[in-house]
């Protein structure tokens, strides 16, 4: 299995486009699907090392209607975070889930213009971690806060039976 992609390596990665070029998701590497980047969240992971979402926008807009972060964009945000962190991708805002980032890839869109993409592995390394942390998902405005409802303490019989 290929090392995980950090956020250092990403920024290099990006750092050799042009900033005005747009980003977007390319997922599921059986049947490649292009999203639309949502946003970035740097957190930790269960086991605590940092760990930064890349994620795809919650809006159902087709790809080019609204304005699409760009690499300068997200070179600003990555910025900001551990450089050592790893990057995994959160995708399905319908039901989070954390996923394993792979290589940035350059192409074209639709009217031929450039367009760099944030991808998953090839099938044979992708990966999906299970669930995204619930605070992210809070985090990118996927869900609500919530909290589990207070429990009441049971009483003990009298007499102490069952």
């Given amino acids: 299995m290929a090392p995980e992609l950090s956020v250092g390596e990403?920024?290099?990665?990006?750092?050799?486009?042009?900033?005005?070029?747009?980003?977007?998701?390319?997922?599921n590497p059986f049947a490649r699907t292009a999203r639309r980047l949502g946003g970035v969240v740097p957190t930790r992971d269960d086991a605590g090392r940092p760990v930064v979402f890349i994620a795809e926008a919650k809006d159902t807009e087709s790809l080019g209607t609204l304005p699409e972060p760009t690499v300068g964009d997200l070179l600003d945000q990555l910025s900001a975070c551990d450089r050592d962190a790893v990057v995994q991708l959160a995708l399905n805002p319908d039901f989070p889930m954390a996923h394993r980032a792979g290589p940035v890839a350059g192409a074209r869109d639709e009217k031929d213009r450039p367009v760099l993409?944030?991808?998953?592995?090839?099938?044979d390394e992708a990966e999906q971690f299970g669930p995204l942390l619930p605070?992210?998902?809070v985090a990118l405005a996927w869900h609500e806060p919530t909290e589990a409802p207070p429990r009441r303490r049971r009483g003990t019989r009298p007499g102490g039976g069952q």
Avoid: G, Q
């Fill in 117 to 123: 993409f944030l991808t998953e592995p090839d099938e």
């Fill in 10 to 27: 990403l920024l290099e990665s990006l750092s050799a486009s042009d900033r005005d070029v747009v980003v977007r998701l390319w997922i």
């Fill in 135 to 137: 605070h992210v998902a």
